[in-house]
């Protein structure tokens, strides 16, 4: 992903679970489709889309 490539991590594993879980767990990442985190489709906001909207 754009992330992962961002930050130079080549191992997809690794950037999902020490990475990526983290800043979802910290409410810091939202996914745009949150019952699939592996969905192709799936892309992420830095903030809630709902408070995005305001």
């Known amino acids: 992903g754009e992330i992962q490539k961002l930050l130079g991590l080549t191992d997809r594993e690794y950037f999902r679970s020490e990475v990526l879980k983290p800043l979802l767990e910290q409410g810091l990442l939202y996914p745009t489709v ?15 889309p709902e408070d995005a909207k305001k």
């Not at 019952?35 to 192709?40: A, G, I, N």
């Open 34 to 48: 949150p019952d699939k985190l592996t969905s192709p489709k799936q892309r992420y906001y830095s903030v809630k």
